[in-house]
Structure formats: structure tokens, C-alpha cells
């Protein structure tokens, strides 16, 4: 599926006014909701894969698959929140698909990464920053992504869509096909497997 994306596209418009265009005939309907999209859709594959060019495949994948299967949504949940799971049951066919191979993903310094709370860090360093500092910084944040990756894949995934997406609660556990009550469940131990994990490298 090969498109031609327009960079102005209106944002003013709803998911689901688009999403009723596109089935009454409008394919730049759908065309929007990728430019809307496509950059969360990579921030979440790549959060859980930790590879660039694995996670650009898999977004475009995501959207290729969402396009293709736009008849089975009923609007049962938010559009985002259905191409959320799309988006992370791909990912878990291609780390499963590394797993099998051996490959392991690698760690980008100047990515979104998540802290053991609830706040986001965006770059390593700031320009003004010391140069002793924005080492004290990078080595933190590399080594916050290696446990990240070390957390067994069900804590991982809800810990990137509540801290990278900021997803609620009720909207992780449509994407994922579980309770809330286990979603609040694996975030709570996910983080604390982070910080006993962090703390042992301290």
C-alpha cells in the first residue's frame, strides 16, 4: 500500500469523522490518520524493540494491517487504543522472531526513555550542561534502557504505554485483552523490578 501523504493535513477533524469518511469512499481519510498517528505508533514499537529500523517496519506494518482490517473495528474503543494492540502484537512477532535468532536490540542514547517514575526524558543532556554531568547523564540512561529491556515483556509494555503513550488504564487493558486490575498490577511490579534492579547496579 503505497501512499502520497499531504505534511498539512487537518488535525481538527475526529478519529471517528475520519474513520466514517474513509468507509463511505474518502481513501484521504485514512491517509490522515496515519499522519496523525504514525509518529505514536513508532514510539511505541520502538520502546518495546529498541531498534529503529525494526520499529519503522513494524509502524508501517501496524497501519498497512489497520487498513486492511478497518471493517472488523466497530469502534468498540478509541481508534489509537485499537492500533495500539495492533502495534504491540506486532512487535511481540518480531522480538519472538529475534528470540529465535538470537538477535538482541540495541540502545539509542537520544531516544524517549522511560524513568522509574512517571516522567519522560527526551534527550541525555542539555547543551549547557557540564561535560562531567552529561556523562553522569548518558550513563544513567543507558543503563535505565538495559534494564528496561531486561523486564520480562509483559511489565515492559504496559510501563511504555502508560509512560511513553500515557494511555489510561482502561485503554491498556483493551489494547492488551486483560482487566484493569492486572494492568495497574504489572505496572506496579514492573516498576519495582526496575528500581530493585537499578538499585543492584547502584
Same mark, same amino acid.
Given at each position: 500500500?503505497?501512499? /502520497?501523504?499531504?505534511?498539512?493535513?487537518?488535525?481538527?477533524?475526529?478519529?471517528?469523522?475520519?474513520?466514517?469518511?474513509?468507509?463511505?469512499?474518502?481513501?484521504?481519510?485514512?491517509? &490522515?490518520?496515519?499522519?496523525?498517528?504514525?509518529?505514536?505508533?513508532?514510539?511505541?514499537?520502538?520502546?518495546?524493540?529498541?531498534?529503529? &529500523?525494526?520499529?519503522?517496519?513494524?509502524?508501517?506494518?501496524?497501519?498497512?494491517?489497520?487498513?486492511? %482490517? *478497518?471493517?472488523?473495528?466497530?469502534?468498540?474503543?478509541?481508534?489509537?487504543?485499537?492500533?495500539?494492540?495492533?502495534?504491540?502484537?506486532?512487535?511481540?512477532?518480531?522480538?519472538?522472531?529475534?528470540?529465535?535468532?538470537?538477535?538482541?536490540?540495541?540502545?539509542?542514547?537520544? %531516544?524517549?526513555?522511560?524513568?522509574?517514575?512517571?516522567?519522560?526524558?527526551?534527550?541525555?543532556?542539555?547543551?549547557?550542561?557540564?561535560?562531567?554531568?552529561?556523562? /553522569?547523564?548518558? &550513563?544513567?540512561?543507558? *543503563?535505565?534502557?538495559?534494564?528496561?529491556?531486561?523486564?520480562?515483556?509483559?511489565?515492559?509494555?504496559?510501563?511504555?504505554?502508560?509512560?511513553?503513550?500515557?494511555?489510561?488504564? +482502561?485503554?491498556?487493558?483493551?489494547?492488551?485483552?486483560? %482487566?484493569?486490575?492486572? /494492568?495497574? %498490577?504489572?505496572?506496579?511490579?514492573?516498576?519495582?523490578?526496575?528500581?530493585?534492579?537499578?538499585?543492584? +547496579?547502584?
Amino acid at each position: 500500500m503505497q501512499r /502520497v501523504l499531504n505534511s498539512d493535513a487537518e488535525t481538527t477533524t475526529s478519529d471517528q469523522e475520519l474513520l466514517k469518511r474513509f468507509r463511505t469512499g474518502d481513501e484521504a481519510a485514512f491517509d &490522515e490518520l496515519v499522519l496523525r498517528h504514525q509518529q505514536r505508533a513508532f514510539n511505541v514499537a520502538y520502546q518495546l524493540l529498541r531498534d529503529h &529500523e525494526d520499529a519503522t517496519e513494524v509502524a508501517q506494518d501496524a497501519f498497512v494491517r489497520a487498513y486492511r %482490517s *478497518l471493517d472488523s473495528f466497530h469502534g468498540e474503543c478509541e481508534f489509537t487504543t485499537w492500533l495500539h494492540r495492533i502495534v504491540v502484537n506486532l512487535a511481540h512477532n518480531k522480538y519472538r522472531w529475534w528470540k529465535r535468532r538470537g538477535k538482541h536490540a540495541g540502545v539509542s542514547l537520544d %531516544s524517549r526513555l522511560e524513568t522509574v517514575d512517571d516522567q519522560m526524558s527526551r534527550q541525555v543532556a542539555a547543551e549547557t550542561d557540564a561535560p562531567d554531568t552529561q556523562a /553522569v547523564k548518558a &550513563e544513567f540512561i543507558e *543503563l535505565l534502557s538495559r534494564k528496561m529491556n531486561e523486564l520480562p515483556d509483559k511489565f515492559r509494555e504496559v510501563i511504555v504505554l502508560r509512560n511513553v503513550e500515557n494511555l489510561s488504564y +482502561e485503554e491498556i487493558a483493551v489494547a492488551l485483552h486483560c %482487566s484493569v486490575g492486572t /494492568v495497574k %498490577s504489572r505496572i506496579a511490579r514492573g516498576r519495582e523490578a526496575l528500581r530493585n534492579s537499578m538499585k543492584r +547496579e547502584g
